[in-house]
């Protein structure tokens, strides 16, 4: 059903000279072929007719051997009746060989009763009766077709009158004798080829086919006669069984009706010649005005307006084509408007990362407007660092276009609706861009602006709907940089502890999991401290909440100072901390412990009234491989450590190896040498 509707709309969308021509030639084909193809059934159909006709004759040709062997052991039962004692083998043998004579000398011919043996000759030739028991059997069995060592006879018996022995018959179905019956049913013009099988064995053949092949045995095993392709030629099949499991198989040549080709070659040559005309005829005086039309016509429905309506004359066709360029000048901006921004729209609500969205808008744009460049920048905030994307141009940076005097920057700041239509001069930073003419939009919501957006050509005059399509196009940007920074500041909200600036307990929990993970199965070392504020509590209970919350503040910024930016710090809980240390080992890791101890005390709070308190802070080491064969330990191992430094009387680094305490002091050898003055260290409470 699919198919039919795809025809029938390949031929609405014709035109009329084809469909015409089309017509023409699927008559004339018709005419030419038709007949043809009828008078090539009624071939086949008559030479399959013919091969069983033949396959029938054969067989009757069989039939009629079979009787004159029957008439002729006839004669011989009578001749032994009375001419000869059946009781003498010699004799009896003398007398079937002088009747050998009379048929061919091939035949077997003998003599079987109950009281001797049999007695059988070939020609001259006398036989055993182990050559003959088949053909006994099968006198004995009544039937007249036997198989014997790989050869198949036809057989006759006649009773001895007065006796009770039988005379018998048997000639061989040999190629000679299928041969001989070829020969009384083909002409040399019409040869045919006769087989004789066994199932799937042949035993005996005659003409061009020689053997039996798997298209034959289809063929045979229908009983029904029909065309075969055998070695690139194609036989009528028929077939007709002849008794003891044998099959007659007879198969002519087909060669097909006789065609006229001249007269089929010069009707086809006549249709093509009409089709040309008419095709000519039509293609000058309609076709080509209608087929730019319609080419036209086609481009509006397609959305494609740029493309022009030509009117070429003022009869009725020019007329209609000038109404469609009417119509296409006024709703092409309309139309250009409307579609870049569902495109716009498109790319800015996909899943993608916001410059990836960003940067196939401004393809979008480029390609919609026609200009050399488009691009975006996008000013910095406290979420992202500042930031540009274009197309048209390659490695465009921010810096100096929205705090500059050119387009970019008046646009930036333009505090009106729409875009601006601006030049860039000599001295303005987008002079290096190559292009002099820009439209440009800010990408204002509210009273916060995002950035600049702008379309720009070297030589370009841009329109009213150019530049609305420029407008709003910025407003969209605006609305989705606005919602990329609202999702990013509810995920930085969902990971960040708002007090300190440090990532939160959740994602420190995710963050090892994935790091253990990462450790065990890569074989490199991971490293986890645990800090832990002392007396805490009573500078709270003393100064104040506000007091502890400034001195957690001062706290994570000492300790985001002295580590790595591969490390990852957290607040744990309260005035807990961890920093894990990926690719860390514990030697390395009691280093920077070391260095945060001595960094935080020598940090002063400065608190209200100025008044200033200093801290300090207890730190437990743990890290895989030393202290454990488990990643997943580590946490455990340095929380325990940092209660044996706590236990042991603060302001001090514990590890979890047995080794802790020489690499302790290890740890403050190196701090000592790379000048960091500890601070005042408060005896514990």
Known sequence: MRGVRRVSGVWRGASFSLKFATVILVAGVTIAVVPLMLAENSARTQAENSAAQRA????????????????????????????????????????????TSVIGTDDVLGVTHTDSDVVAVQGSTPLPATLTSPIVAAVSAGTTTVQSGGQAWLVAASSIPGTNATAFVARPLTAGLINAIAHNIATPADPIGILLIDGDRTVATTGSVTSLTPALSSAIATSAPQLVSLQSRELAVAS????????????????????????????????????????????????????????????????DFDQPVHVDSVDEVGRLGASFEAMRTQIRSTMRVTATRASVAMELSLAQ???????????????????????????????????????????????????????????????????LLLGATAAAPESRLGVREFCVAPLRLGTHVHGVLAVAGQDRAFTTGEADVVGSTADQISLALERYRFLAVVQRQASVDDLTGLYNHRFLIDSLGQQVALAERLGAPLAILMLDIDHFKALNDTHGHHAGDLALITFAQTVLSNIRRA???????????????????????????????????????????????????????????????????????????????????????????????????????????????????????
């Not at 039939?63 to 003498?88: C, E, K, M, Y």
């Not at 040559?269 to 730019?292: E, W």
Request: proline letters at 4%; hydrophobic letters at 45%; aromatic letters at 4%.
């Open 353 to 419: 990362p916001l410059e990836s969205a960003l940067a196939n808008v401004c393809a979008e744009l480029r390609r919609a407007i026609g200009v050399e460049i488009s691009m975006i920048v996008v000013s910095g905030s406290e979420m992202s660092d500042s930031f540009a994307v274009a197309d048209g141009i390659r490695g465009i940076t921010v810096d100096g276009f929205l705090g500059g005097r050119g387009p970019l920057g008046e646009g930036y700041r333009h505090a009106g609706l729409g875009a």
């Open 56 to 99: 029938s004759i054969a067989a009757n040709l069989i039939d009629g051997q079979r009787a004159s062997l029957a008439s002729f052991i006839a004669g011989v039962g009578r001749q032994l009746s009375t001419d000869r004692d059946l009781g003498n083998s010699q004799d009896l043998s003398d007398t079937l060989v002088e009747d």
């Open 240 to 303: 007709t069984p002849v008794g003891a499991g044998l099959t007659l198989v007879v198969a002519a040549p087909f060669m097909g009706p006789p065609v006229g080709w001249q007269s089929i070659l010069l009707l086809l040559a006549v249709i093509l010649v009409a089709m040309l005309f008419i095709v000519v005829v039509v293609q000058i005086d309609l076709r080509r005005p209608l087929q730019r039309l319609d080419a036209a016509v086609a481009a509006l429905g397609r959305g």
């Open 567 to 685: 490390d990852l710090a957290a607040r744990y809980g309260g005035e807990e901390f961890v920093v894990l240390m990926p690719n860390t080992t514990a030697q390395e890791a009691s280093v920077v412990a070391e260095k945060i101890r001595a960094a935080v005390a020598a940090t002063e709070v400065e608190l209200r009234d100025r008044v200033g308190v200093r801290l300090t802070v207890s730190v437990g080491v743990a890290a895989y491989p030393e202290d454990t064969d488990s990643a997943d330990d580590l946490f455990g191992l340095a929380d325990d450590a940092l209660y044996e430094a706590k236990r042991m009387g603060r302001d001090q680094t514990r590890l979890a190896s047995r080794a802790g305490r020489s690499m302790v002091h290890d740890a403050r050898m190196t701090i000592s040498e790379s000048n960091v003055v500890p601070g005042h260290r408060r005896s514990p409470e």
